[in-house]
Structure formats: structure tokens, C-alpha cells
């Protein structure tokens, strides 16, 4: 018995290894095809491992020039690192770092710079109320300054209400700056001839900022690069309204609703609501900072990715609505923390 045991295990091993020896001889013709027609196209293979070299070594250096200013390095401090671009974006800093770009068969005259877009927010250690309604005043503050110290700023009393910009409030094309005082703002914008249209037919303004000292409503098909409002009672916006970027304050409170698409800041004393399809991109931050009572409320099939921060109030969220909270990536830069990068991309 025990003879013919080791005879059935033998033939099992053999058998399986008859099984497998197809298999590798299968694999050896696959690759034996694939390297075959390689060397058949070594110029594109080289022109793709090229691209890709220099794709890596142009991030490379892009990323170390970031590296170098996020640890305090002053620019020009190493001679062989390139000077990163820094502007404030609401709460967070804006860097950006051109790379001269060459394709090897360029001559030098036709060489090519990449920009590259980093997005920096800040981390934090520990979450404190004081410290989030101080915040919340200085950047209420500094919107504030920016609207009313813009270029080329309008001023007008009593209420208004605007289909379209003719040429005694467009100044630089496509850049809007309006002081209203006693009195409210309405924007019911989508069919004017003074907006240049995108691909979808909707009107596109490069900047609009206000300083309302009453409600403002923004309405209609259109698309802002930038929408800065400062009011002293509500904000609204609904419709098919939608901006890259956006700064807005209402005392009262902030309303968003319909198929508005946004991102950015949005500060209230009192209350934020946003609803319906209305969507608050990344990176985005809702703060409401008051007396007692206030509320954050995201209803409906809304979408905001980003913080939601309500430090004395209450923050309200249907179960259909969405929150994809990222509050570490997202402080201001008023409080005392740490600066990280958390979007990167090239331009």
C-alpha cells in the first residue's frame, strides 16, 4: 500500500507540472511578441521616455522651489531653485512657479514655460471657538477693505436692479466693482450683449464685488471667475449661477440655492443655508460666528465639500445631503498653524 501511495503521488506532481508548463510557455510567447514589437518601435519609446522624464524632472523642480519656501527659505537662497509666485485666495495662499520647459528640438527661442498651481490651507492642533470667531472678523474685515479700496469702484444710492452692465459701471473689461449705499441689489443676469459666453451659451464675467448696505440677490445663467459681496443684511443666490471663487458675507445670513455651483468663503453672523442642487466645491469654507442660535444648514441633494463651522451655533444636515469634510486642509491663515499644500496641478 505504501508503494503504491508514493506511485499516485508521484504521477499527481507530474500532472501538475504538465498542467503548469503550457502555461509558462504561453507567457514566454506573450512577452517574446510584446519585445518584439519594441524594438520595432524604438522611436516612440524613446520620444515616450523622454516625455515622461521630462515631465517628472519639470515637477521635480517645481515641487522643491515649494519645499524650499514652506521651510522658510527666502527666494534666491538656493541659486538653482525657481521663485515661487504666493497671492491670498480668501483664506488660503495662492503659489504658483513657472518652469522653463525645453523638448530638446526646440531651439532656444522657442522654449516653453509650464506653470504649475499649488493651493495651500493650513493644519491645526486643536480646535477652539475664540480662536475660529477672531478668524472669522478678520476675513469678514478684510473683504470688506478689498471691495471698498478696488480700482475704478462705483457708487450709487437707492435700490438697484440689473440685467446688464453698460458702460458707466464696466470699467477694465469684464471687471465690476459697485458701492451701493441705502439700498438693495439685484443681479438678473444671463441675456446681456455686454458678457462674452462660454461654450454652454451662459454669460461669464471675469469679477464682480459689492458692498451692499442691504440684501443682495445674484440670479440667471451665469458664470463669475470671481464674486466678492459684502452686505449688510442677507445674500442670495439661486438659479444657474455658478463662480471659480467666491467671498461672501451677509450679516443676516447667506442663502444658496437651485443649481448654483460655487467655491470658496461663505460668513455669516447669524445664518448659512444652502439647499436644493446646490453644489460648494473644494476647496470651501462656511462659517457662521454670532450670538447664540445661529445656524449652518445643509438641506436637500446640496453638496459641500469642505468645513462647515458654526463655534456658538448649531450645524443642520439632511441625510441626503452630502459633506465631505476636509476642516484639517482648510484653516485660514489667520490662525496659528502650520502651512500645508492640498491641491496641485498643472496650468
Not at 484639517?328 to 496650468?347: E, H, I, N, T
Amino acid at each position: 500500500m505504501g508503494c503504491n501511495t508514493g506511485l499516485e503521488g508521484l504521477l499527481s506532481r507530474k500532472l501538475k507540472l504538465g498542467n503548469v508548463l503550457p502555461l509558462v510557455l504561453g507567457v514566454l510567447l506573450v512577452l517574446s511578441i510584446l519585445m518584439t514589437v519594441l524594438l520595432r518601435l524604438p522611436g516612440t519609446l524613446r520620444r515616450t521616455v523622454a516625455f515622461v522624464a521630462n515631465e517628472t524632472q519639470n515637477m521635480y523642480l517645481a515641487e522643491s522651489a515649494v519645499i524650499a519656501k514652506l521651510e522658510g527659505f527666502p527666494d534666491g537662497y538656493f541659486a538653482e531653485l525657481l521663485t515661487v509666485e504666493s497671492r491670498l485666495l480668501g483664506p488660503w495662499n495662492l503659489w504658483h512657479v513657472n518652469v522653463p520647459y525645453n523638448r530638446g528640438s526646440v531651439r532656444p527661442l522657442e522654449r516653453e514655460t509650464i506653470k504649475f498651481q499649488f493651493l495651500l490651507g493650513n493644519e491645526f492642533e486643536h480646535f477652539s471657538t475664540s480662536e475660529w470667531t477672531r478668524c472669522a472678523v478678520a476675513l469678514e474685515q478684510n473683504l470688506h477693505e478689498r471691495i471698498l479700496q478696488s480700482e475704478g469702484i462705483k457708487s450709487v444710492s437707492g435700490n438697484h436692479r440689473i440685467f446688464k452692465f453698460d458702460s458707466t459701471l464696466m470699467g477694465r473689461a469684464s471687471l465690476v466693482a459697485l458701492n451701493v449705499s441705502a439700498g438693495d441689489l439685484t443681479l438678473d443676469l444671463g441675456g446681456s450683449d455686454a458678457f462674452s459666453r462660454s461654450g454652454d451659451g451662459r454669460a461669464s464675467l471675469r469679477s464682480f464685488m459689492a458692498n451692499v448696505e442691504g440684501d443682495v440677490k445674484v440670479r440667471g445663467n451665469v458664470h463669475f471667475d470671481t464674486l466678492r459681496i459684502y452686505s449688510t443684511e442677507s445674500v442670495l443666490l439661486q438659479g444657474n449661477v455658478s463662480a471659480d471663487f467666491v467671498e461672501i458675507f451677509g450679516l443676516v445670513g447667506v442663502t444658496i440655492s437651485g443649481d448654483v455651483s460655487l467655491a470658496g468663503l461663505l460668513l455669516s453672523k447669524q445664518n448659512v443655508e444652502i439647499s436644493g442642487n446646490a453644489k460648494m466645491k473644494f476647496p470651501s469654507v462656511a462659517i457662521v460666528v454670532g450670538a447664540r442660535g445661529n445656524r449652518l444648514s445643509l438641506f436637500g441633494k446640496s453638496v459641500f465639500e469642505g468645513a462647515m463651522l458654526a463655534p456658538s451655533g448649531v450645524v443642520d444636515r439632511d441625510s441626503s445631503a452630502v459633506l465631505l469634510d476636509s476642516t484639517k486642509a482648510l484653516l485660514p491663515f489667520c490662525m496659528d498653524s502650520r502651512p500645508v499644500v492640498f491641491s496641485r496641478r498643472r496650468l
